[in-house]
């Protein structure tokens, strides 16, 4: 079987820094994906990791850990174009958290 | 065309009717994915292919199926519609498995009255 996590809903100030937890539970592992979706909109691909550690690009920034079965993403300097939802996505069976609601507000 | 194109935007369909949306994408992508996508349950995986001519069952695959005759197009039908499959569907491709990066389509709107 196949468990994803994350918070629903979060909230956040204009210009500051914010942590999106994930944890998942699966049976195959090749690696995890964030998208971003917009409300009304399709998500787009943000990052993608498949080692253990950080990867930065931009504002945006993803951590994995496959021992302990987390990622995170960090968003920084955030602006009010990044309320959006996040939706994380291990690899294996094509099966997507249900995202969290990012709002950020001026 | 550029990327991956879904029709149509959006439909009302009457329950008992049949209902293709289609899904055509540019960039030579080997798999391509239906999902659906309701409020509180995320992105749900309705069918996949690999590959032209092959298909394979996701998470939610009752009351819809798929076909691949090509690698641009990948329709998906609902043959007797019902109010349950009321939903907003994407389509999306990726270069190689599940393991890529995937594209998503802009959505197509069903409600089934």
């Known amino acids: 079987g196949q468990n994803i996590d994350q918070p629903t809903e979060m909230t956040a100030t204009e210009g500051a820094i914010v942590q999106i937890n994930c944890t998942y539970q699966t049976s195959g592992f090749n690696g995890l994906f ?3 979706q ?4 399709a998500p ?3 990052s993608y990791n498949v080692l253990d550690g950080l990867e930065e690009k931009g504002r945006f920034s993803s951590f994995l850990s496959r021992s302990k ?3 995170y993403l960090l968003l920084k300097e955030l602006q009010m174009k990044d309320s959006a939802s996040y939706l994380c996505a291990p690899t294996d069976k094509l099966i997507f958290g249900t995202g969290t609601r990012l709002q950020v507000f001026p | 065309i550029a990327g991956i194109t879904q029709a149509p935007t959006s439909q009302i369909l009457a329950a008992g009717r049949r209902m293709t949306l ?3 994408q540019d960039m030579r992508h080997n798999a391509m ?3 659906r996508q309701d409020l509180g349950l995320g992105l749900r ?3 996949y292919s690999n590959t032209a001519g092959t298909t394979g069952k996701g998470e939610v695959p009752d009351g819809y199926s798929v076909s691949r005759a090509n ?4 329709p998906l039908t609902l043959a007797s519609a019902v109010p349950s499959q009321t939903s907003v569907y994407f389509c999306a491709s990726s270069r190689g498995s599940s393991y890529n990066e995937q594209f998503f389509g802009p959505g197509t709107r069903l409600t089934v009255l």
Do not use: M, P, V
Not at chain 1, 38 to 41: L, M, N, Q, R, T
Not at chain 2, 71 to 74: A, E, V
């Open chain 1, 34 to 36: 964030w998208y971003q």
């Open chain 1, 38 to 41: 917009h409300a009304g909109e």
């Open chain 1, 44 to 46: 787009t691909f943000l």
């Open chain 1, 69 to 71: 079965g987390y990622s």
């Open chain 2, 22 to 24: 289609r899904c055509t």
């Open chain 2, 33 to 35: 994915y239906w999902y």
């Open chain 2, 45 to 47: 995986l309705i069918h």
């Open chain 2, 71 to 74: 690698t641009d197009d990948f």
